[in-house]
Each structure stands twice: as C-alpha cells, then as structure tokens.
C-alpha cells in the first residue's frame, strides 16, 4: 500500500547523515497525530540516546500515551518520522519512483515492534496463563524459541523482578504488583532494545507503587533504553536522564530533572508540578 507523501512520517525533512555510533536510539522529527478533528499530537521532536531515561510528565490528555503508541507503531503517525536504531519505523527507507511513500507490510512491522517492549496501566495478562507461562508466550509462538529455552529464560526474568516463587501462579492469584512486574517481565522476554511504560504504577494501590518502581530503577542501571510515562516525580527525579514535559499535544520543555522539576520555565509547568508535588 502507498500513501500520497504530504500525509505520511516520511514527509519530515530527511536529517542529515551522522554517525551511526553517535546517533539516538530513538529520533522523531515534526511527529503528528490526529483523530479526526482531534489533534493530539502537534510538531513533536524528540531524542532519546542508547541507556538513556526519558521520562514524560504532563496532564492527562496532554499526548503523552499517544506519543508511546505511535513509537511502538500501535498508532499510526498522521505525519512527521519515527527511527529506531537508524530504521525509520512503518516506511520503507526510500520513496518509490513517483515519490509516494510506502507502507511496509503487517508482517515487517510486528518484525519492528518486537525490537520495543511495552508496559501498559492495565497489566493484560493471559488469564488462562500462569506467570511463567505468560512469559514463555511470545518467545515461543513469535520467534519459535524452543520451550525448554523459552521457560529457562523466563525463570531468570521473573527472578530478576523478584517472583521466582511465583512462576505458578495465575493472575488472579498474584497481587496487583506482581501482576505488573510480570507483565515487565514478558516484554523483557523479547530481548527488546527499548522499553516503554505508559504510566505503570497509575492502577496500583499505593502500597505496591515501589514494588514496580524498583524494578524500574534497576533496569535503568542496567543500561536499559526507556521512555516512562509516569506521574511519580520521586522517580523522575532520582532516575530520569531527560523529563519531558507535554500539555495541549505539544513538547514545552525538556532537560534533566534539575532543570524541569526543581527550575521550571514555563507558568503552565509550574502549575502542573505544584499539583503533582
């Protein structure tokens, strides 16, 4: 399928060439999305750099879960580009003879999803599944890791996130916490480059917000690539290389935590904190 290049992400000006080794891991450049006559997303341009933290705060309805759906392509931009690791994601890299730009196929872009894990509010666990077997799933039937190799990962993953002795439970067994740190666990399964949390610890008592935001700490120091959406300033603070602050659909300001949290430019922002702080 081809799309007329004035509506598409590859409309953005090309950037100039740099060096691979240099650039960010995540580039977006003039990003637009609009439902219908809802414009959600306004001109956003945004870079997050290998082992990088970038964490987005801003009030709900600001763009910033449609931003994270639109990296991991469960949106589809209205126009500006999106690149991970160099490869512009949904497109093919070049126009075709007559300038339109296509589409890749269904099958190339769950090939480029798979490189991004996602953690949404809701866990989504299969019900049906134990923990251990929520894990194992996409290993299995996505990549045709074999089970043997597939649980012997997945045991290691739910030891890294601290339920090891949870592997047979069911979600309905386990607490809203553990649910999460499963769900975190399953995404890590698919060895993905990035990782992307839209507000993760927004549908847990407040008792089981840390359990989450632990496991969250220590993949930062692990050198894990992530975007957080999240409303937990303690965290962006301590962890966050970047805070991005989003409202009406557009990037206002963006920097590390010292700048944005402790010295805000913009009124709006500062409204926002003294109603989160």
């Known amino acids: 399928m081809t799309q007329d290049p004035a ?12 060096d691979p080794a240099q650039a960010p891991l995540i580039q977006i450049e003039g990003l637009h999305k609009a439902f219908g006559d809802l414009h959600v997303l306004r001109g956003n341009d945004l870079s997050v750099r290998e082992g990088e933290v970038t964490v987005l705060i801003g009030p709900s309805g600001s763009g910033k879960s449609t931003l994270l759906r639109c990296i991991n392509q469960l949106e589809e931009p209205t126009a500006g580009r999106i690149r991970i690791g160099g490869i512009t994601q949904g497109y093919a890299e070049k126009p075709l003879a007559d300038g339109r730009w296509q589409r890749l196929r269904p099958r190339e872009i769950a090939a480029q999803r798979s490189r991004v894990g996602m953690v949404f509010q809701r866990f989504n666990l299969f019900p049906h599944l134990t923990a251990l077997g929520n894990v194992m799933e996409a290993p299995v039937q996505v990549r045709g890791i074999s089970t043997a190799d597939a649980e012997s990962r997945a045991r290691e993953l739910l030891d890294r996130v601290g339920l090891a002795d949870r592997a047979d439970h069911y979600p309905s067994e386990l607490s809203g916490g553990q649910q999460q740190r499963v769900a975190i666990a399953r995404a890590l ?3 993905p480059e990035l990782m992307l949390f839209d507000e993760p610890t927004s549908a847990l008592d407040p008792e089981l917000v840390a359990e989450v935001l632990t496991v969250l700490k220590d993949l930062a120091e692990g050198g894990m690539t992530m975007v957080v959406v999240t409303h937990e300033m303690g965290f962006a603070r301590e962890v966050a290389d970047n805070v991005v602050f989003m409202a009406d659909g557009e990037i206002l300001e963006q920097g590390p935590p010292s700048q944005v949290i402790e010295h805000p430019r913009s009124d709006r922002l500062k409204g926002f904190l003294d109603s989160v702080l």
């Open 189 to 191: 399964a698919m060895d």
């Open 7 to 18: 509506s598409t992400p590859q409309a953005a000006a090309a950037p100039a060439e740099t």
